[in-house]
């Protein structure tokens, strides 16, 4: 996929802000730039230390980075 999965960070702020505490969301994505915004969205919402993002192909980088067991994907 040549997508952005992470894209401006809104579905993301979304999953964050429904947490129990101590939940964690990692995201990835091909874009530099729609990091760094979504960065921000986060910040400014006071969720950005629940999210985790990766720079890079998803499928190369969940078996190194991502939970062993995964409870949500999309």
């Not at 579905?11 to 990692?26: Q, V, Y």
């Not at 730039?33 to 192909?57: K, P």
Request: with cysteine.
């Amino acid at each position: 996929c040549n997508c952005n999965c992470t894209f401006t960070g809104l579905s993301a702020l979304a999953i964050a802000r429904g947490f129990r505490p101590g939940g964690h969301l990692t995201c990835f994505d091909r874009s530099e730039e729609w990091i760094d915004i979504a960065r921000e969205h986060w910040r400014l919402a006071g969720v950005a230390d629940r999210i985790s993002v990766h720079l890079g192909d998803a499928a190369e980088l969940l078996p190194v980075h991502a939970p062993a067991q995964i409870d949500f994907a999309f």
